[in-house]
């Protein structure tokens, strides 16, 4: 077991802290997510630790619960772009020619539309939906690892190893899952930490331009959408979604260097 | 023909494919739905007639690709269409729209690129010093954090707290070019924090990458100041990488724009496609991407022409 570096143990110690509070969100949470218990934005108290909301809901509550749908999105959808983004991206190496052309220029296209405006024109003619989010999202990111996987798979396709599976005759999905998957996995699970901070910031933009998840259901996005008008009677209210989202992402991108490092370091190894 | 003229010219030519297949995928974008827009559009309750009546307002009637082709010949001509909701031409409402994005996005650029060249600059000077390590935490930090965040606490601390600023961006028409300045510079300043972390490390790999060759050791052993180095032979070697940066990161603004505009309630492009998303007005946000994803392709065109250009290799071929 080799020691880990602060940075690492603190980016580890809050990303599961928020990981275990989405899951037990319920057991958490003092009050339900969408019942009225107090007056509008009241301050800090022993009551309401975080006051209450726009509309006398308790702000910790909301915040508990919007993190479980925020973390549940983000993770979902970064589920989908790895697997779409992985397998294509292994596919086009592995099968190569026009297949790989049409493939790569395609993604080249939909990278060259920033995602967010895309995004947005996919949303005005779609149903608004927790289901419709993930996959719109999911797809648009797997453009990215795409590129990482493809990359990657077209170094490893040309190791002696994968020629001797082929010359064993070994099918495609064979090479695929069996040869190239396992020795691709590490650059690609360091990458799934930056995508997943993405996929946290991109749907709470959408939430917050509210185009992403609808209310009642609370959201980060959306807290800071509902509470934004008391900005200009300095009532923080909103802030705090914000600030949940930033210390998230610096979580993980704490451990995502970690695991970089640590990746690069066993290659220069490897020699 | 010179080379880097061909190069250049090849450049222009897949710039101009690029956005033609963009126009495609963006008016395709607005019909992978299964089924009927102009059902999803009026939602489950819409009557008959008021289903009909959009089909035939929008041409849902025709088939997409002649639909597409006329479209395209309108965008082509500056003719946008009309909104659905409103009725409004297009074209005319975004023209003072876009003029006032361009305007806070170009006082946002103004501030952003002299700084984020100076402080990467201050992080090459004092690599792995307490200035450089500063700079690169701070780096970290505000990559994590959403566009909307650093908008409210501006606003919380400069308009709120010592209401120096207003907190809402308006203009109207006829207003002075200082009273337009003092009620963007929020905004711009919220822009200019987001593309500052990422412009200034950027720039900071281009000139420690130039630090790297030959002449800058020549340069160190004549007995030059570290300042003098980087003034004298690093930053002019770094200028190439560093146009490409900025124009990268103007490409970057685009997006944070939309955000930014909607915190502070600017009436720009964001805004105007932001409400027509929510009230699915399909021509104004397909006029509104495609303006969006030319000036985004435009700008990353730009980069790559003044890559090609700053090449010596390129520009005096053997």
Redesign the interface.
């Known amino acids: 077991m080799m020691r880990l570096p602060l940075a690492a143990m603190i980016g580890i110690f809050f990303t599961s802290l928020y990981f275990l509070m989405a899951i037990f969100a319920p057991l958490l949470a003092p009050y339900p997510m969408t019942e009225i218990v107090g007056g509008v934005w009241e301050p800090m108290s022993a009551k309401h630790w975080l006051g209450t909301d726009n509309i006398g809901r308790d702000l910790l509550s909301r915040m508990i619960y919007g993190g479980r749908t925020t973390i549940f999105i983000a993770t979902v959808a970064t589920i989908v772009s790895f697997t779409t983004g992985s397998i294509l991206g292994f596919t086009a190496a592995v099968i190569g020619g026009w297949v790989d052309q049409a493939m790569s220029r395609f993604v080249d296209l939909v990278m060259s539309i920033p995602t967010l405006i895309f995004a947005l024109v996919v949303l005005s003619v779609m149903p608004v939906t927790i289901p419709m989010l993930i996959m719109v999202m999911g797809f648009l990111d797997s453009t990215r690892v795409y590129r990482l996987a493809r990359a990657v798979a077209v170094d490893i396709n040309v190791m002696d190893f994968v020629e001797a599976a082929k010359l064993r005759g070994e099918g495609r999905i064979w090479i695929i899952f069996r040869e190239i998957l396992p020795n691709a996995l590490s650059p690609l699970v360091a990458e799934m930490g930056l995508r997943f901070i993405f996929m946290v910031l991109f749907v709470s933009t959408l939430s917050f331009l509210g185009l992403g998840v609808q209310p009642p259901q609370a959201d980060w996005g959306g807290i800071v959408k509902e509470n934004k008008d008391g900005i200009v009677y300095g009532i923080g209210a909103a802030l705090w979604p914000a600030v949940a989202i930033a210390t998230l992402a610096i979580s993980v991108n704490l451990v995502a260097d970690w695991v970089l490092n640590r990746t690069t370091s066993l290659k220069g190894g490897r020699g | 023909m010179h080379l880097a003229l061909k190069l250049v010219a090849q450049r222009l030519a897949l710039g101009l494919l690029?956005l033609l297949?963009?126009s495609v995928?963006?008016f395709a974008?607005?019909?992978?739905?299964p089924g009927d827009?102009a059902q999803?559009?009026l939602g489950q309750s819409a009557t008959p007639e008021a289903l009909a009546n959009l089909r035939r307002d929008m041409g849902l009637n025709e088939p997409a690709v002649s639909r597409y082709f006329s479209w395209l010949g309108g965008a082509l001509t500056g003719d946008l269409g009309t909104a659905l909701t409103s009725g409004a031409d297009i074209s005319k409402s975004i023209g003072s729209r876009l003029g006032n994005t361009v305007f806070l996005a170009g006082v946002a650029a103004v501030i952003a690129i002299p700084l984020a060249i100076l402080l990467g600059l201050l992080a090459v000077r004092y690599r792995e010093r307490w200035p450089d390590k500063l700079i690169s935490a701070v780096t970290?930090?505000s990559?994590?954090?959403?566009?909307?965040?650093i908008g409210?606490?501006l606003?919380?601390i400069f308009?709120?707290?010592l209401g120096w600023f207003p907190?809402v961006a308006t203009v109207y028409d006829g207003m002075g070019f200082l009273d337009r300045l003092s009620v963007v510079i929020l905004p711009a300043l919220t822009l200019t924090m987001v593309v500052l972390a990422h412009m200034m490390r950027m720039t900071r790999a281009a000139i420690l990458n130039v630090m790297q060759s030959a002449y800058i050791e020549t340069a160190e052993l004549k007995g030059l100041s570290g300042l003098q180095v980087i003034a004298r032979h690093a930053f002019p070697n770094a200028i190439a990488p560093i146009v490409n940066v900025v124009m990268l990161n103007l490409?970057y603004l685009?997006?944070g724009v939309?955000?930014v505009e909607?915190?502070f309630v600017y009436p720009g492009m964001g805004q105007y496609?932001?409400d027509?998303?929510?009230k699915?007005?399909?021509p104004v946000?397909?006029a509104?991407?495609l303006i969006?994803?030319a000036v985004?392709?435009g700008l990353?065109m730009v980069a790559d022409i003044v890559s090609i250009l700053a090449n010596p290799r390129l520009r005096h071929p053997k």
């Open positions: 690029l297949a963009v995928l963006i974008g607005t019909q992978i739905l827009v999803s559009i970290l930090a990559i994590s954090l959403p566009e909307f965040f409210y606490v606003i919380l308009a709120v707290n907190s490409a685009v997006v939309v955000v909607v915190v496609l932001v027509h998303v929510s699915r007005d399909v946000v397909q509104c991407g969006f994803a985004y392709i990353n």
